[in-house]
């Protein structure tokens, strides 16, 4: 008689995705306690589980349907939930339903995002993400609340600023837009010593201003998006900003020549 196959989860990948979602869960109560300072770090904290959990599983040969359908789970409150209550928290909870409609952008953002994520698994272009990853949103919010407690500003005086913000990077998420995974970057192979260097100068100046530095990083990635769209697109039209995600997913792996010649082709059919 054979031996039923014991049941259980991998320990080493889910503790990490736990990590994370602790980080989450604990900007959520840092900011209703008015740390708003800690809330943001403890976000890049959850980051920084989320990039691991995924990549020891593969390691370690321990991935499992239940550690992915977890760790969507887990980014939800930490990409999700916590920067839209540490922003709302900070400075949109004196702007009444202007405030509230912001922070919920961006969490409805952040779902849509997350559930298309994992709709594309095994057939988007790994090249690019279609549309802001919501770590990198998070980031993007977290750090903006950062800076401003750095600073000393009154989140309240900048209200309108940080729902801009909020709101944007909630509609980032869900646009068409695509951004570099830096995916094909080759982890494994030999460097110029001289990248060594420039990857220690880059931690220096982020540990100078790391709130400040951060902040600018993710801006700038975020604005990468429009950007690279608009750069590769010879005319932009409404599907290359929030149109059906299967046909962006098609021309994300296509240059502008290649995706005018596909249409001529569909035209003449």
């Given at each position: ?71 969507s789970m887990a980014d939800m409150v930490s990409f ?171 021309d994300f792996g296509e240059d502008s020549d290649d ?11």
């Amino acid at each position: 008689m054979s031996q039923s196959k014991r049941k259980g989860i991998y320990l080493l990948p889910n503790l990490l995705t736990t990590a994370g979602l602790f980080s989450g869960f604990f900007a959520v109560v840092s900011s209703m306690n008015g740390r708003f300072e800690a809330a943001a770090i403890a976000i890049f904290v959850a980051m920084i589980f989320d990039g691991l959990d995924g990549r020891v599983a593969r390691m370690t040969n321990t991935q499992s349907d239940f550690g992915a359908e977890y760790d969507s789970m887990a980014d939800m409150v930490s990409f999700g939930m916590a920067p839209a209550l540490v922003a709302y928290n900070w400075g949109l909870s004196g702007m009444g339903k202007l405030g509230w409609l912001a922070a919920f952008i961006y969490v409805a953002g952040a779902a849509l995002r997350l559930a298309r994520f994992n709709t594309q698994v095994g057939i988007a272009d790994k090249r690019f993400f279609q549309g802001l990853a919501s770590p990198s949103a998070a980031a993007l919010v977290s750090g903006l609340v950062w800076v401003g407690v750095e600073y000393g500003a009154n989140g309240d005086d900048y209200g309108l600023v940080v729902a801009f913000i909020t709101s944007a990077a909630g509609l980032l998420m869900v646009s068409n837009f695509k951004y570099n995974s830096f995916k094909e970057v080759n982890w494994h192979g030999k460097v110029p010593f001289v990248a060594i260097l420039i990857i220690l100068m880059v931690f220096v100046i982020v540990a100078t201003e790391p709130a400040l530095v951060l902040f600018i990083v993710f801006a700038l990635y975020a604005l990468a998006g429009p950007i690279n769209t608009f750069r590769t697109v010879d005319k932009v039209t409404l599907d290359d900003v929030v149109g059906d995600h299967e046909e962006a997913d098609a021309d994300f792996g296509e240059d502008s020549d290649d995706r005018q010649g596909r249409k001529k082709a569909e035209d003449k059919e």
